[in-house]
């Protein structure tokens, strides 16, 4: 039964995603928005919502392990699962922005959400706030600065949808991702309690992988077809909003504190080394460009994590 809560849970906040970006971009569209701010925007929002979703409504019962060990937990498999099993799809070009600005600020956030959990082991308000002025901060400087390596690639069909479709989609959207996430959360933590093992365990491993599903799906679509859609930079930025937007938004709900104490000798400093791992991975052998090669060696590395932390 925990199973099937589960899987009816991912299954509803894919839909429920799919439904909110579709919805949210026509909208924008309608209201005139620019693209690069849609992109920036409503699509980064849209697309990180399964998270967002299941980190708040977590901390809100009292689940703080799997809030936490949901951004910790994607953040690890964006990097390594999810670039792991694209790479063998096919090579990737990096942009350079990726080593002049995504990955810094990847970097910062992560040491900054370091220094949260172990000086008090809490998210307080306070920093929740914090992290969420860092994340409009770095959408003023790439919007201003960085406008052309970050335009996303809207859809046109959006901008046909009648106002009613919008709001129907807007409605299903987010009733599936709310519903998707009491499922989820329900099952999760019954299968943690049925196996004996924490919920922060249950976080880092089923739900992350479950919420990060849409990008690794998206990742595969576009390197199979040859597009430019998807890159080293999208994931590093899903990092950086999974920590400075969704953490931040549920601190500013309710505070998140750390109960599980592997979260702060085991989990964090997998998340610290993939991320530090991936710049010499990308400048070296072959510059700005990564192959199947290192999703082998990324595939490996989240294979130990999990073992590890299992």
Sequence with gaps: MNFLLIAGGLILLI???NWLLKSAVALSLKLEIPKIVIGMTVVSFATSAPELIVSVNAALNGASDLSLGNVVGSNIANISLILGVTLLFGSME???????????VMMLASMVLFFFLTND???TQFEGIIFVTLLIAFLIFLLRFQKTTIIEEIPN???????????FFLTIGGVGLWGGSEFLITGATALAKDFGVSDRVIGVTVVSIGTSIPELA???????????AISL???VGSNIFNILGVLGITAIITPIAVVDQKFLTNDIFWML??????????LVPKRLKLNWI???????IYSGFVYWTL
């Design 15 to 17: 839909l429920g995603g």
């Design 94 to 104: 990096v942009q350079k922005s990726f080593y002049k600005t995504d990955w810094p």
């Design 121 to 123: 082991k809490i998210i």
């Design 157 to 167: 069909e959006n901008e046909t949808l009648l106002l009613w479709k919008i709001i």
């Design 218 to 228: 998206a990742s595969i679509i576009a390197i199979l077809k040859k597009e430019k």
């Design 233 to 235: 930079g999208n994931l």
């Design 273 to 282: 080394a993939i991320s530090l791992l991936i710049l010499p991975m990308v």
């Design 294 to 300: 290192d999703g082998v060696v990324l595939l490996f």
